[in-house]
């Protein structure tokens, strides 16, 4: 059987997708494989996994873990969670943290609640091919509706109504729902696709969830490339990269100042680095003193 097909085979006995319906058995014939390059490795080892590689940890008990702790007996085990626990799928958070060596929140408030570690989104900037296919427009926002969709709904009509020229894509919307004409439903982007229209807008949208506390990719995007932010954080002026030229935030009730917004030219704003999550490994792999 050629390569080609066995990676086909274990891309569906893995993926999270299909094992959200259906619990496909002896996945962990792979196991082998996710390791199988640090077979020459020299040096201690720490694992960073991600939501999306979670049910690996939780297959049978945590079996890869135990794999994982027998073949690399002082590796460290850790896992990142980029979203709210709230809204992930039948996720044990406890079955992780008796597994891992450390649960890592981006949320400052899904830390407090569940006694995990804090650390911000980490961003680095990448290339962006240009699409000449997609002209230059005011306010791009592409994402899940999740519990925000009266309110993704509300940014827009009022972007519309102050004449602002804007493109918003938004996933998970039943049909009933899609009561807007000029917003594109549930077509998947990959995120290449996603800054080729983000590289061709003014300013960005940041609608968090309605537990959220946590800054989400959108910030790290705008800080990175050089963008405008519209977001309904209205605690981000706290924060010390905040720069009222570059960030605006958004309210039903004072909305934003479109004058300013509109004339503001300056794209070209400090780019800020965000390596938290990065000196935190450091330290969980030389140091071992965290405290959640």
């Known amino acids: 059987m050629g390569n080609g097909v066995l990676s086909k085979i274990q891309d569906v006995c893995v993926s999270e997708l299909v094992n959200k319906y259906i619990n496909i058995p002896l996945k962990h014939i792979w196991m082998n494989d996710y390791s199988k390059w640090l077979k020459y490795c020299e040096y201690d080892i720490c694992f960073v996994f991600s939501k999306t590689q979670s049910w690996l940890l939780y297959y049978s008990n945590g079996i890869y873990i135990d794999y ?3 073949k690399y007996p002082t590796c460290k085990i850790v896992l990142y969670l980029g979203d709210l626990i709230s809204s992930y799928y039948k996720f044990d958070v406890n079955f992780f943290i008796n597994k891992c060596d450390y649960v890592i929140s981006y949320d400052s408030e899904d830390a407090r609640k569940y006694h995990l ?3 911000p989104l980490p ?5 962006i091919s240009n699409d000449d296919g997609i002209p230059e427009f005011d306010v791009f926002f592409c994402g899940k509706a999740k519990d925000r969709l009266d309110k993704i709904y509300e940014l827009y ?3 519309i109504s102050s004449g602002m020229t804007v493109r918003f894509f938004v996933t998970g919307v039943d049909n009933k729902c899609q009561c807007r004409t000029d917003i594109v439903f549930n077509k998947k982007m990959n ?3 996603y800054l080729q229209y983000m590289k061709k807008s003014k300013a960005i949208v940041e609608i968090r969830q309605r537990e959220s506390v946590g ?5 790290k995007e705008a800080l990175t490339y050089g963008k405008l932010l519209i977001t309904d954080n209205i605690e981000i002026n706290t924060r010390e990269y905040y ?3 570059q960030i605006y935030i958004y309210t039903r009730k004072t909305g934003i100042n479109l004058e300013k917004f509109k004339d503001n030219k300056k794209l070209n704003f400090e780019t800020v680095i965000f390596d938290e999550l990065y000196m935190m490994l450091h330290e969980i792999c030389y140091k071992e003193n965290i405290t959640t």
């Open 68 to 70: 994982l702790r027998k």
């Open 243 to 245: 720069n009222p030229n």
């Open 191 to 193: 995120y290449s696709r």
């Open 157 to 159: 009509d009022y972007l």
């Open 117 to 119: 570690l804090y650390a």
């Open 215 to 219: 800054d989400t990719l959108r910030v």
């Open 123 to 127: 961003y680095s900037e990448v290339d």
